[in-house]
């Protein structure tokens, strides 16, 4: 057992909380060093993965000469007499003759022999058909190797995977790419008082995590198919145990919403023991979003599974998601652990205490300032709605107006760039 982690046995009665920053932090050095296997994927097929290898040239960019202009390709001093014309995707013949010219697209391979391109809008004809006029200073063509010479490393592994790097790996002549497999995650959704359908009535709530937290995982890059969302689980230990080793056989990460407390049928901790769990983070002082948890176990095809234990209070399960599962995913995909961005806060935040804040916060890309948002209790999700990420403010201190703080973005779609 490595000393980062404990058994479940040990840890589950009073654990001290790890703090929020370092909790990040422990929980992305596990997932890197479990990143996912390499896959070849064509490139339509690519987007939302990330490199498993640097990106290179297969040839130079341009891999000839192109010209950036329509016009006339000359040799020597005009005027020149038309021999030709070369369109893009032709190989022309060198252009031989002194005082001769052909016309050319923009796009097209440049002649070997051409002295200069003029262009046509400021070209004229002579009397006897010839062209006539004065090329520019600099060359209107683009040379080989101008963007990228042949080998060249353009991207490092660990990239993420949008439109633009796909049009850059086709224009140097890739077919596929070699990528890291997206995360498998499955959901389990605990809690006998859940309904899945309907109006909250009778003392029973409405599952609000069962249809959202496979949307929020799918963001984040994970496959996660309907039938690996499984619930409600019924509260006893054995329905915990048999779904757990059931979801852990197919998926890299199963989440759990509810049972991370210790109560009469909170589950969670005791199914995680029976399953022979290390944790790598039980609790963290963060507030919403307490107890959560991260927990490892082995698998006999030797890669290790992970179960991220959400909170049942829908806010503090995202509030967890964001700060587990998120840099969980980044490292087994093979990624940067997340930096954050910083924006000024508009208004008052306040602290809790010894705990990191994570306050629901709308955002003004344009002034760069954050804006609290009203409605974020734990079992709220009105503000979330309207949210754009949370604004972290660390133990023992307050957000004031006109502080730079970080934010924790929430996830976009694959491809989409962060703002």
């Known amino acids: 057992m490595s000393t980062e982690t404990a058994s479940a046995a040990e840890q589950a009665a009073a654990p001290p909380p790890a703090g929020w920053e370092e909790a990040r932090c422990r929980v992305y050095a596990v997932g890197l060093a479990a990143a996912l296997p390499a896959v070849s994927r064509p490139l339509p097929d690519a987007d939302g993965h990330t490199l498993a290898e640097p990106l290179t040239t297969r040839t130079d960019l341009p891999a000839f000469p192109t010209s950036s202009v329509d016009g006339w390709a000359v040799r020597g001093a005009g005027p020149w007499r038309i021999v030709g014309r070369v369109l893009a995707g032709g190989s022309p013949p060198p252009l031989a003759e002194e005082g001769s010219t052909v016309e050319i697209a923009t796009g097209a391979m440049v002649p070997e022999g051409v002295t200069a391109i003029l262009r046509v809008e400021e070209s004229t004809r002579t ?245 609290p948002l009203r409605h974020v209790g734990s079992a709220m999700l009105r503000g979330l709605a309207g949210a754009d990420g949370f604004a972290v403010i660390r133990p023992g201190g307050t957000g004031e107006p006109g502080a730079r703080v970080p934010i924790v973005p929430l996830p976009l779609l694959p491809g989409e760039r962060a703002w």
């Open 127 to 371: 009397a006897d058909g010839r062209v006539a006029g004065t090329p520019r200073a600099n060359p209107e063509w683009r040379r080989p190797g101008e963007e990228a010479y042949a080998g060249e490393e353009l991207l490092p592994a660990g990239t993420p995977v949008d439109p633009a790097l796909i049009g850059l790996a086709a224009s140097c002549g890739h077919d596929t790419l070699r990528v890291r497999r997206s995360p498998r995650a499955a959901l389990l959704v605990f809690g006998d008082e859940l309904l899945t359908y309907g109006p909250p009535a009778d003392g029973r709530v409405r599952d609000a995590l069962g249809p959202a937290v496979p949307a929020w995982l799918r963001r984040y890059g994970c496959q996660v198919r309907p039938a690996d969302v499984t619930g409600p689980v019924a509260d006893t230990l054995p329905a915990h145990v048999a779904a757990l080793r059931q979801a852990l056989d197919a998926a890299d990460l199963v989440c759990t919403t509810g049972g991370t407390m210790h109560g009469p049928v909170d589950h969670l901790h005791p199914a995680l023991a029976a399953l022979g769990a290390d944790y790598v983070v039980n609790t963290v002082a963060v507030r919403p979003g307490f107890p959560m948890l991260l927990a490892r176990l082995s698998h006999p095809d030797g890669r290790p599974r992970f179960v991220a234990g959400l909170p049942g209070n829908p806010q503090s399960a995202i509030v967890a998601l964001v700060s587990l599962v998120a840099p969980l995913l980044a490292g087994l995909q093979g990624r940067s652990m997340p930096a954050l961005p910083h924006a000024t806060l508009a208004e008052p935040v306040p602290g809790r205490g010894d705990h990191t804040h994570l306050a629901l916060v709308r955002l003004d890309r344009a002034a760069g300032t954050a804006h």
